[in-house]
T-cell receptor, first 117, second 118 residues
């Protein structure tokens, strides 16, 4: 199946700093990428949908100024957590769909564990 | 509003037996349903899917059943193996412009932890 890669897989940062997470589709053109967040023992919660070359669409309750999403190319989307605080600590997962990625299933990255001290 | 629900947080099954994971949904606009398997600290991996125009889809040991009238789907794993132990999420997709913001947007259930004992 299609491959989606995330980097870094884990990151620890100090409160107040910004962290960037990359999501790449390795063997297909991702016209749409999705960013999810998962708290321990909870479901994946969609944060935002990004379409290549346009602004991201954020889900209700997600601060767009805090979680900056850029989808500048068909193979790369980035999520930047700005001025991170301990409550932002979570597991962030991206997924992608697009040309050649299949009829319905999304392909997910490996996830990025963010810990804010 | 939880549109996709997995009411069993956990399931324990003996190796070789059948595992049945259940999922209920409320949005009648969902047209595609998927099951994902997830290990801790990893992203979900796709298992099997079913279109709303079908009532069954089979792939090896995995079979998904869809009952549209009951808004219910289930994943059957038979025979279950210890390597199947993981968290299983069901997910549903609404067509673009029909309650979904874009093609591919999925709504996930809470997940069910499956443990298969040797």
């Amino acid at each position: 199946g299609a491959v989606v890669s995330q980097h870094p897989s884990w990151v620890i940062c100090k409160s107040g700093t910004s962290v960037k997470i990359e999501c790449r589709s390795l063997d297909f053109q991702a016209t749409t990428m999705f960013w999810y967040r998962q708290f321990p023992k909870q479901s994946l919660m969609l944060m935002a949908t990004s379409n290549e070359g346009s602004k991201a669409t954020y889900e209700q309750g997600v601060e767009k100024d805090k979680f900056l999403i850029n989808h500048a190319s068909l193979t790369l989307s980035t999520l930047t957590v700005t001025s991170a605080h301990p409550e932002d600590s979570s597991f962030y997962i991206c997924s992608a769909s697009g040309l050649g990625s299949g009829t319905g299933e999304l392909f997910f990255g490996e996830g990025s564990r963010l810990t804010v001290l | 509003d939880q549109q996709v629900k997995q009411n069993s947080p956990s399931l324990s099954v003996q190796e070789g037996r059948i595992s049945i994971l259940n999922c209920d949904y409320t949005n009648s606009m969902f047209d595609y349903f998927l099951w994902y398997k997830k290990y801790p600290a990893e992203g979900p991996t796709f298992l099997i899917s079913i279109s709303s125009i079908k009532d069954k889809n089979e792939d090896g040991r995995f079979t998904v059943f869809l009952n549209k009238s009951a808004k219910h789907l289930s994943l059957h794993i038979v025979p279950s193996q210890p390597g199947d132990s993981a968290v299983y999420f069901c997910a549903a997709r609404a067509p673009k412009g029909a309650g979904g913001t874009s093609y591919g947007k999925l709504t996930f259930g809470q997940g069910t932890i499956l443990t298969v004992h040797p």
